[in-house]
């Protein structure tokens, strides 16, 4: 089967906050400039940007993504250099550590949302129009996250910060009344920087571990694990020459679902209610590993980036219970990714590009917030494969630009079958030119 969907919209932009135009394409060319392996957030890490409005097949929508007015750290990828930041007020404190020695510290707090308005032009609500796996941003949901971080620097030369982000999904309670809003922890994590050597960063707690995303098709092509855990970052930089970005991270994801873990009810030793005994609890362990080669340095204002990513997926076996007196084995599974991707940009067109590959085998085609099998038997997932290529772009000359998304997916699931129905082929383009009226309002089309 074969389904086409295309988007037509318009956009009108109003930046709220920092420099305008400029930071519509902010998080291109400073993304480039990140250190990416400690990208932490979700959808923080946008550009500010309001207003699209699209109609497809009878539907109008409308959404808003508003960065607070100081953008938060996790928005901007952590592009800044580990250490203490001006705190609310913008100062820097100088306080005393336990040794005598001083130190800069400060607290940082900011947000990112983003709101939408959909009818069906008929006088109901409307709905998202996506058909494939990663669909225009324009189309999402209602989401905002609120993040607050500390972030020291020692006068041993050691830098810390300790990261918590809360996001809220809706339908939020102006539209339904109900107070019931879906709350998740997306960051919970402290981070060391120049520890043991210079250069050298450990992190541990809950993360959100990310590299570069398509921004208008909302997802990140290789680097995107959500795990428990912990993780390593080394630093080299040659005087005015290349650098280089070693990342590595290790972290556990247990699904509430019975393909990791099952829950039953057992005689209780006293009282009356039932005791919980863990019949099936196995974890799927994920190893991410990143290196990043800057050819003409990770600040120059016109570079390049070079990336090979790789991961490794491991899931024990186990045993479930279907039903009393019978059950199921799970067997051992793994799997694994291994990808590129290519950079450039030029800060003054505040204009970038990338292209990314990725290829993966076994669990490692699977997201690790989903699982291969709901229904039916369950068997091992070596036959399964996907194959990703995709791109991401904006360039700007006087008050024009154009920022573009693009991938392509090929899947094979882990179920063979003599007919083929296994098998997905999928792809998405969405083109957003814009024109900048001064500083802080622009008019877009957003096409996919």
């Known amino acids: 089967m074969t389904r086409v969907g295309v988007t037509l919209g318009a956009l009108a932009c109003l930046v709220l906050a920092g420099n305008g135009r400029a930071q519509e394409a902010a998080q291109a060319h400073e ?34 993504e508003i960065p607070s007015a100081g953008e938060t750290e996790a928005a901007s990828q952590e592009r800044a250099p580990q250490g203490a930041g001006p ?34 032009l008929d006088g109901g609500l409307g709905r998202s129009t996506n058909i494939v796996a990663f ?28 990261v918590a982000t809360v996001a809220f999904g809706g339908p939020f309670f102006h539209l339904d009344g109900s107070f019931d809003e879906s709350i998740a922890v997306r960051n919970l994590y402290a981070a060391v920087d120049n520890a043991l050597l210079d250069g050298l960063e450990l992190w541990a707690g809950s993360r959100m571990w990310r590299g570069d995303d398509v921004y208008l098709l909302n997802f990140w092509p290789l680097d995107n694990i959500n795990a428990l855990g912990g993780g390593a970052t080394s630093r080299w930089d040659a005087s005015g020459g290349p650098s280089l970005d070693v990342a590595t991270v290790v972290g556990l994801t247990r699904l509430d679902d019975p393909f990791h873990r099952q829950v039953d009810g057992a005689i209780p030793v006293d009282g009356f209610l039932p005791e919980d005994v863990v019949v099936l609890d196995r974890p799927r362990t994920t190893l991410g590993l990143k290196a990043t080669a800057y050819p003409f340095g990770r600040g120059a204002s016109t570079g390049m980036k070079f990336i090979l990513y790789g991961e490794g997926h491991f899931l024990p076996e186990g045993r479930r219970e279907i039903e009393v007196g019978v059950s199921e084995r799970l067997p051992r599974d793994g799997g694994y990714v291994v990808g590129g991707q290519v950079g450039a940009w030029m800060v003054e067109r505040h204009a970038f590009v990338n292209l990314f590959f990725k290829w993966a085998r076994g669990l490692g085609a699977y997201n ?59 792809g998405a383009v969405d083109l957003r030119p814009h024109v900048w009226i001064g500083q802080h309002a622009g008019l877009s089309v957003d096409v996919s």
């Open 87 to 120: 705190g609310p007020t913008g100062e820097a404190r100088d306080d005393e550590d336990e040794d005598g020695g001083s130190r800069e510290s400060g607290f940082s707090f900011g947000s990112y949302g983003r709101l939408v308005a959909a009818s069906n």
């Open 368 to 426: 690790p917030l989903g699982v291969p099998f709901r229904e039916g038997r369950v068997q091992d997932t070596a036959h399964a494969r996907e194959i990703l290529l995709a791109l991401s772009g904006n360039y700007e000359t006087g008050p024009f630009g154009l920022m573009v998304g693009a991938y392509y997916r090929n899947f094979r699931d882990a179920d063979p079958s003599l007919f083929e129905r296994t098998r997905l082929a999928e």
């Open 135 to 162: 669909g225009p941003r324009v189309d999402e949901d209602v989401y905002m996250e609120v993040e607050l971080r500390r972030n020291d620097a020692w006068s041993s030369g050691l830098r810390s910060r300790v």
């Open 31 to 64: 993304a480039q400039l990140a250190e990416a392996p400690q990208a932490d957030e979700a959808p923080l890490a946008e550009p500010a940007r309001a207003g699209p409005t699209s109609q497809v097949a009878g539907v109008a929508r409308t959404s808003v």
